[in-house]
Structures are given as structure tokens and as C-alpha cells.
């Protein structure tokens, strides 16, 4: 049970007296502290990678990634899978990040969403999912009753299922096929997730999306050639990779650029013009 599930986030700080130390003093704490979340996460790569492999395999088939959670958990899901249109091209309906109490909830806390376990499953349920999409829970304790009803439900329907908690053994974790569970221990503030557990959980999902996007061919080498062209930065970025792709100019990547309205498609064009 939950209840008796003991949860290393929940623990004591091992720093005291926070409000009497300088400001030198807690950023030092907390950088010191921030340096062991990336030890961690190499300790979850083999789980990773097994949830990574089922991402790509259910994706590639014409399924989407669910990412669901509450509070910090969901808001991270929800900003990793807005990135990606922009970042990759892919439709918005590719990754999808869902949050207990609804986009409301982004901003500001929706009280006691967290604690409906069949909340989860209603909100999946309009986005009419099936066992060709996977889901990924997402909660740094492990316990959070709106992602274990989803999860949970979610394997009734055979419906592949992930997780990213930061406490070991956790009722989330035994409840998925595919747990990740990264140890960051205390936090410098007792209980305050959004500090070591949150920077695990992105970096974890900067690791599957991305891998990914690779993986569906949305990227080329090493560059962005899907990205949206949504302003001038990515505009010049675009024509940075025109002029390094195919060896010309800017003027005649800016007038690639602007007759493809894509980096991928101008370079192809390019080389085909440029031989």
C-alpha cells in the first residue's frame, strides 16, 4: 500500500538552518546537490534505454507517446512534448502531455487533481487511446493516485506503460511495464520535488523524446532539418544548414528556404541543383 511505502523525495534534508546561511552559501548547496542528478540518471540508463526501445517501437508503428502526470511531473511531460513540433516537425499529435486538473492546471495548482485515481484514465480516454500508443506516468514520489489509476487502467486495455519516478520500488513503478526509477535522494528543501527529482525527470525525457526523433528519421546528422520556422532565429539557423549542407551561399539558401518552407526539403533540392 501507499501508505507504508517509504519515499526517499519525502526524507530529510541533509542541509539545516537554510534560512540562516548566506546567499553564497544555498547556491552553493544546491549546485553541490544538482551534481549528483546526473550520477543518478546514469545508474537508470539500462531502464531507460527498455522504455526508450518500446517508445520508438510503438511510435514508428503509428502510435503516440502519452506522457501523464501531476504538479511539477505533468508540467515537465507537457513542456517535452511541446517542443517537438517545433523542434522535429512532427504534428502535435505525436507526443502528447497530459495534467491532472487540465491546462488550467500549467499555471496555477488545481487542488486535490492529483488525488482522483480515475481522472487519469477519463482524460486518456478523450484522446481515444489504444494499445498502438504507449503511456508514460510520471511522478517523482512514485504514489501520485491520478497516474497510478491511469497507468493501471491502461494495462487492463493492454496499453504499453513507463514511468519515471525517483523512489525505489514505488507502487508506480511495479504497477508499469517499463520503470525508470532515478535516485536523486533528499532535497535541499524537505519534500520539494521540483528541485533534483524534477531536473532527473527532464533530463530523462530529454533522453527518450529526442532519441526518439532520431529514430524517426527527424534529424539529420546532427541538425534540426524539420524544425518549424516560426521566427528569425530558426530562420537563420535554417539557412546556416543550407550553406553547410550543400556548400552555398546565404542568399541562395535564404531563396531555397523560402521556396520549400523547409530545411530538409531545400537542402534535397539543393543537391540535386548544386551536383
Known amino acids: 500500500m501507499t501508505e507504508n511505502f517509504k519515499k526517499i523525495t519525502e526524507q530529510n534534508s541533509h542541509h539545516d538552518d537554510l534560512e540562516q546561511k548566506s546567499i553564497s552559501e544555498l547556491i552553493k548547496i544546491i549546485n553541490k546537490e544538482d551534481q549528483t542528478v546526473a550520477t543518478a540518471v546514469t545508474q537508470a540508463l539500462p531502464q531507460i534505454e527498455a522504455l526508450t526501445q518500446q517508445v520508438v517501437k510503438q511510435v514508428s508503428k503509428g502510435g503516440r507517446l502519452f506522457y501523464i502526470g501531476a504538479g511539477t511531473s505533468g508540467r515537465l511531460g507537457i513542456l517535452d512534448a511541446s517542443e517537438c513540433p517545433p523542434t522535429f516537425g512532427v504534428s502535435d499529435d505525436v507526443v502528447i502531455g497530459l495534467i491532472a486538473g487540465g491546462d488550467q492546471a500549467i499555471r496555477k495548482a488545481v487542488e486535490f487533481a492529483e488525488d482522483n485515481t480515475e481522472l ?100 539529420k546528422g546532427h541538425k534540426m532539418v524539420d524544425m518549424q520556422l516560426s521566427n528569425h532565429k530558426l530562420v537563420n539557423r535554417g539557412i546556416e544548414m543550407i550553406c553547410d549542407a550543400i556548400d552555398v551561399d546565404k542568399e541562395t539558401a535564404k531563396t531555397l528556404l523560402e521556396q520549400h518552407q523547409s530545411v530538409r526539403q531545400a537542402i534535397a533540392h539543393g543537391q540535386k541543383t548544386h551536383q
Request: aromatic share 4%; charged share 15%; proline share 6%.
Open 120 to 219: 487519469g484514465w477519463q482524460d486518456l480516454k478523450a484522446y481515444n487511446i489504444h494499445n498502438g500508443d504507449i503511456v508514460i506516468g510520471i511522478a517523482a514520489s512514485g504514489t501520485t493516485p491520478y497516474v497510478l489509476g491511469a497507468v493501471r487502467d491502461c494495462k487492463s486495455h493492454n496499453i504499453p506503460t513507463g514511468c519515471i519516478t525517483c523512489n525505489p520500488g514505488s507502487p508506480l513503478a511495479k504497477a508499469v511495464d517499463f520503470p525508470i526509477e532515478v535516485v536523486v535522494g533528499p532535497e535541499v528543501v524537505t519534500g520539494s520535488s521540483r528541485m533534483k527529482a524534477g531536473t532527473a525527470q527532464k533530463m530523462i525525457l530529454n533522453m527518450i523524446s529526442t532519441t526518439l526523433m532520431i529514430k524517426l528519421g527527424r534529424v
